[in-house]
Nanobody
Framework: VQLVESGGGLVQPGGSLRLSCAAS????????MSWYRQAPGKERELVAA????????NYANSVKGRFTISRDNAKNTVYLQMNSLKPEDTAMYYC??????????WGQGTQVTVSS
């Protein structure tokens, strides 16, 4: 199983980034996927999640209306479109999923820095 995030970088406040998480080694379409983030000195927090087949989404209150999670099951990839970025969005962003037996897989993360 492998999850590889990409798309992070340095962006000015108000800017946009699209993160990608390429998955391999499991049946991607069968699992809900999530994005988490962790800022220095803070706990890792759930940002957004999307179910497997129907693609129902949910978001942290802090990102509602600004971030959009989506998935392409043909490409085994989950995305996080981030608009109207704020300095408080600065964090390492991770994608993950959990198996039916309760094991959670994480990617290595991609850094997002929002600063002028």
């Amino acid at each position: 199983v492998q999850l590889v995030e990409s798309g992070g970088g340095l962006v000015q406040p108000g800017g946009s980034l699209r993160l990608s998480c390429a998955a391999s080694g499991f049946t991607f379409s069968s699992y809900a996927m999530s994005w988490y983030r962790q800022a220095p000195g803070k706990e890792r927090e759930l940002v957004a999640a999307i179910t497997s087949a129907v693609g129902i989404t949910n978001y942290a209150n802090s990102v509602k209306g600004r971030f959009t999670i989506s998935r392409d099951n043909a490409k085994n990839t989950v995305y996080l479109q981030m608009n109207s970025l704020k300095p408080e969005d600065t964090a390492m962003y991770y994608c993950n999923f959990s198996t039916r037996r309760g094991y959670t897989y994480w990617g290595q993360g991609t850094q997002v820095t929002v600063s002028s």
